[in-house]
């Protein structure tokens, strides 16, 4: 595990990249490990190192004997020693982490440098491929211009690492980045490596867990670090990147990072009208925090004298209003018009936020009398002042330095960094409809109408500028809870204006009432005026479950048909944006069928929204695990439908996905460039996902038919699988951790309709069962050969894999959620179901099908292994079994004591310490696999 055998000699270079990568998990691993022995003593650093190598047996033999050993050595331990033998597995997974990420950017790098043919994925190969099918640098430019891409950050319950825990590691990476770059001496690498053994030493006495649930502002403020991490820097060296790639200046907003954190309130009780207003406040905090800091930066940078530049008259016209007043200064016009600005922003900050900014301040800014921008555009006006007068006397190089990059960071940020979406449950915004029209108009019976009577009233009530909201009447607690936070997201325009909130999002939409429901409630809050044809925000249906996807093209075909609705999305330039559930409907029908439904449902949008000549936005609603529509964004965005992205494509990203794409600066350039050449891609080469054959389609949708059987009969079918969910995995424990603000289920009760998908994947992660990437595959292959005969069937989905992407994507990311499932360690999970009949009922089901998924994947991808055609992400996995395994075990350990101790009606310190090491095992479990949630 530590490695101290075959660490190469400080003064030495690794000859070759995997050489590299070896070398830097070896040495963090052996600085932790002589930390453990320090602080610990031998007896911790040997008894750990005992326990990984039971763990690697019993992975490699999987036998009885092994089995045995592994249980009574971790039966015989204390509930201290178990628990530090659980941080130490845990840590050094993260540690890993760190060194893989750290090696991926070390490869982009070395290929950059190489001058070797484009990467896929990155920005010089989407560029050729886009020439290559007709764009000139006139057409590329034109996509830009128009091009609309945005990840947006979501907080949800698999974020499991501190803040104050992602700050050491971020620390620690950046310790490897220099080791690599700027260490050419013994004594500068000792150094560094004394650096690294201060800030283990301090990851090792750091407390792992939370010791009180996070609030949603305690998830804005985690949010918030990865802008400070990666997004204020990188976000604008993408867009230079794209400017001189294309021969292009100014392109507008193309890229944006957008936000849940705070307006997210389905199934969140804590989000209100407070809550939002907080965090939009704190978003301003943060941007206009950062712009002061940067004008001081550029302040310093820009002495240059009038004398010696010949400044344009509007430079001279913003220096002129400066309150500067220093003789020193007098002839140095660009820190006079900085000292103007800097100023008119910390009038900015005081007038949006009510109080002088905490940033440092440049002294003759200090108690300045200034006027505030009245929009982030003034600001950028002025920034595009200094900029042209450099450019006008042969300063192109400082124009493009920091100013260039804080003139691109104030277009995409603005006075909120993120556009905050705002999302609610359609049952919601249904009852608070019904009850405003009943209190309106007694006996309207809203709530018994039938769909076509809810839109005829609905749409009724759209066509007049009549409010139905009393300010006499006193509503339901739910009514008026609602009411306050759309009352707060118009306050919110007002103050920062209307691109702090562009996008509410209706969940479970079924039908078009449901999206007209969110129109009225706009129109209480002024945020959609009828007689103006106004609509200061995008209506969004969310459309999750197997049977909304089937009947969104329906519903958005009704919804366009409404000249009311036309009205108001034509002053939203004649763009209707679509979100799509991955989550909700793989829990609903399965991997398989979610995958398909979604493709038919996008396909089928393209159509209704060609037929209406209105652009569509596809929202992919993707988690961090395939189970919840996740893995590699560059192939399953070149997986969408032709006519799917067009140069518009938002989508979420989840949990502790967040950290490991963008808590990283070089990683997080290389994740959004990702998404760039992704979407640029897909649009100049529209076809690329078409199906070669016809047979295809109606192939994958047999499959899925026998897939959607499959995992239904499991999952809803079974007697008693919910016990057997409940007790075979750590859902209960999960309940308790302290990972976010929002409840597990979306009811009380042990539901499986009502538990989130999050936590519903989550769970079946950590047991290694990973049970939502795959089931029902391999019977729906079984039943396809069976039909069409076992050669000619093979024969058809192997060519499905070879020539068609949205088989090919799907397959590809079940590869690796098979090759990170483990079914014996699973049958240890299996083990804690109380009832010997339930389980011998369940888990043999389960192990077949894995078996015979596993088997027919291999087949149809022509492997001999799992991950054979991705063999990084293969030799990955495979390192991470001998510290992952460990920690499954550990946890099985502890789940049967501390479930013991609960039935015994146990109690106080020692039930509390079990229940801490239970939750440190999710955390590193999570941490192991990466994408588990």
Excluded at 550 to 570: H, I, K, N, Q, T
Aim: with cysteine.
């Amino acid at each position: 595990m530590w490695g101290m055998d075959t660490t190469l000699p400080q003064d030495r270079r690794p000859e070759t990249m995997d050489e590299a990568l070896r070398e830097d998990i070896r040495l963090l691993g052996r600085i932790l490990g002589e930390t453990i022995r320090a602080i610990d003593g031998d007896g911790a650093y040997e008894l750990i190192e005992a326990v990984r190598q039971l763990a690697v047996r019993f992975h490699r033999d999987q036998d009885q004997a092994a089995q045995a050993a592994l249980e009574a050595t971790l039966a015989g331990l204390s509930d201290g020693e178990i628990n530090k033998i659980t941080r130490a597995f845990g840590y050094f997974s993260v540690l890993a982490n760190i060194a893989e990420d750290h090696h991926h950017t070390r490869r982009w790098r070395a290929h950059q440098v190489a001058g070797s043919l484009p990467r896929e994925g990155s920005l010089a190969d989407a560029i050729a491929r886009a020439r290559a099918d007709g764009y000139d640098n006139a057409k590329l430019k034109a996509f830009f211009q128009t091009a609309y891409i945005a990840p947006v950050l979501t907080a949800h319950p698999t974020e499991v690492q501190r803040r104050s825990i992602l700050d050491n590691l971020d620390a620690i990476a950046a310790l490897l980045n220099k080791r690599d770059r700027l260490a050419e001496t013994r004594e500068e690498r000792e150094e560094i490596e004394a650096e690294l053994r201060s800030l283990v030493l301090t990851l090792w006495q750091t407390r792992m867990l939370r010791t009180s649930k996070l609030s949603v502002l305690d998830e804005v403020e985690n949010a918030l670090g990865f802008f400070e991490a990666t997004f204020f820097t990188e976000v604008p060296k993408l867009y230079a990147a794209v400017e001189r790639a294309i021969g292009a200046e100014g392109l507008p907003a193309f890229l944006e990072i957008g936000s849940w954190i705070g307006g997210d309130r389905d199934g969140n009780p804590f989000v209100d009208a407070t809550v939002l207003t907080e965090a939009l406040a704190r978003q301003a905090e943060r941007a206009l925090a950062f712009y002061i800091d940067e004008t001081r930066k550029l302040r310093r940078e820009l002495p240059l004298a009038a004398l010696l530049a010949k400044v344009t008259p509007e430079l001279l016209a913003l220096a002129a209003d400066s309150p500067d007043r220093s003789a020193h200064r007098a002839d140095e016009p660009y820190r006079l018009a900085l000292a103007n600005i800097q100023a008119r922003l910390v009038a900015t900050h005081e007038a949006l936020l009510g109080h002088k900014p905490t940033v440092q301040v440049s002294s003759s800014v200090r108690g300045a009398v200034a006027k505030p921008y009245a929009a982030p555009e003034d600001f950028v006006a002025d920034l595009t002042v200094i900029s042209h007068s450099l450019l006008s006397h042969g300063a192109k190089p400082l124009a493009q330095g920091r100013l260039g990059s804080l003139l691109r960071a104030a277009l995409v940020f603005g006075w909120t960094l993120a556009p905050l979406d705002m999302r609610q449950n359609s049952d919601v915004h249904e009852r608070v409809v019904a009850e405003l029209l009943e209190v309106a108009a007694p006996g309207t019976g809203y709530l018994e109408l039938d769909e076509a009577g809810r839109v005829g009233i609905l749409l009724r009530e759209l066509g007049t500028s009549r409010p139905l909201v009393s300010p006499h009447v006193v509503y339901s607690a739910g009514t008026a809870k609602e009411l306050a936070i759309f009352n707060a997201a118009r306050a919110a325009h007002l103050r920062y204006g209307k691109r702090c909130i562009r996008t509410m999002i209706i969940s479970k939409t079924d039908g078009v009432s449901d999206m007209l429901e969110l129109a009225v409630l706009l129109k209480e809050a002024g945020l959609l005026r009828p007689a103006e044809g106004a609509l200061d925000v995008n209506i969004v249906p969310l459309f999750e479950t197997i049977g909304d996807l089937r009947a969104a093209a329906g519903s958005m075909d009704e919804l366009l048909s409404f000249p009311v609705y036309r009205a108001l999305l034509a002053g939203r330039g004649e763009t209707q944006e679509v979100m799509l559930g991955y989550s909700d409907s793989n829990k609903d029908g399965g991997f398989l069928t979610s995958g398909w439904e979604l493709y038919r449902a996008e396909v089928g949008l393209v159509e209704v929204f060609a037929k209406h000549n209105v652009r569509l936005r596809l929202f992919h609603g993707r988690g961090g695990s395939v189970g919840r529509g996740g893995g590699p964004s560059y192939q399953a965005i070149l997986a969408q439908p032709k006519g799917a992205v067009q140069g518009q494509i938002r989508l979420t990203e989840q949990g502790e996905v967040i950290a490991a794409k963008y808590g990283n600066a070089g990683v997080g350039r290389r994740n959004l460039e990702v998404l760039v050449s992704a979407t640029l891609v897909a649009t100049a080469e529209p076809a690329i996902a078409e199906p070669l054959d016809p047979r295809f389609p109606a192939a994958l949708g047999e499959l899925s038919d026998g897939a959607f059987a499959a995992y239904r009969n499991l999952v809803y079918e079974t007697p008693g699988f919910e016990d057997y969910f409940w007790q075979s995995t750590v859902i209960t424990e999960i309940a308790g951790l302290n990972l976010g603000s929002r409840p597990a289920s979306r009811a009380k009760g042990r539901s499986i309709e009502d538990l989130r998908a999050i936590p519903w994947v989550f769970s079946w992660a950590q047991c290694r069962v990973m049970l939502p990437g795959w089931y029902g595959f391999g019977t729906a292959v079984s039943e396809l050969l069976e039909t069409h005969g076992p050669e000619r069937g093979m024969a058809l989905l192997q060519s499905m894999f070879q020539d068609w992407p949205v088989f090919s994507t799907l397959l590809l990311n079940m590869d690796m959620v098979l090759a990170k499932a483990d079914m014996s360690i699973a049958a240890r999970y299996a083990a804690l179901v109380e009832d010997e009949g339930l389980r011998e009922r369940i888990f043999p089901r389960i192990k077949a099908e894995y078996e015979r998924t596993r088997a027919h994947l291999l087949t149809i991808t022509g492997q001999k292994a799992l991950l054979e055609q991705n063999p990084a992400l293969r030799r990955s996995i495979i390192n991470r079994f001998p510290y992952l395994d460990p920690l499954n075990h550990v946890q099985v350990e502890m789940l049967r004591r501390y479930r013991d101790q609960a039935a015994r009606g146990g109690a106080g310190e020692a039930s509390e310490r079990i229940r801490r090491g239970v939750h440190i095992s999710i955390n590193g479990i999570a941490s192991a696999l990466r994408n588990s949630g």
